[in-house]
């Protein structure tokens, strides 16, 4: 079975960092596509970030202030987030999918962790 848990949310001032982990387990996820997506409550749930092998995409509004990552060894994904600002906050999900490249489609789901940005 596999499953994707979050952790790394909490509050923090405007200007700050934060560093969001994804442990996956059920599955190896080296190369496949994962990704970072947010939600506000009453709102849709928008990408933040996806990375696939080596390459990365970004949304524009955290281009330059966040940054993905994963580390092969503890089967894990990660993201930056720096120079935080209020629009930041959000509930934080991850998510994978068995494929290399990525497509917009997610089968599997962490059950996020909240982000709270305060000016």
């Known amino acids: 079975q596999v499953q994707l848990v979050e952790s790394g949310g909490g509050s923090v001032q405007a200007g700050g960092s934060l560093r969001l982990s994804c442990e996956v387990s059920?599955?190896?996820?080296?190369?496949?596509?994962m990704g970072w997506f947010r939600q506000v409550l009453g709102k849709g749930r928008e990408v933040v970030a996806q990375?696939?092998?080596?390459?990365?995409a970004y949304a524009d509004s955290v281009k330059g202030r966040f940054t993905i990552s994963r580390d092969n060894a503890k089967n894990s994904l990660y993201l930056q987030m720096d120079n935080l600002k209020p629009e930041d906050t959000a509930m934080y999900f991850c998510?994978?999918?068995?494929?290399?490249?990525?497509?917009?489609?997610?089968?599997?789901w962490g059950q996020g962790t909240q982000v709270t940005v305060s000016s």
């Open positions: 998510a994978a999918e068995r494929r290399t490249w990525c497509n917009g489609v997610f089968s599997y």
């Open positions: 059920g599955y190896t996820s080296s190369t496949d596509c």
């Open positions: 990375i696939a092998r080596t390459q990365t």
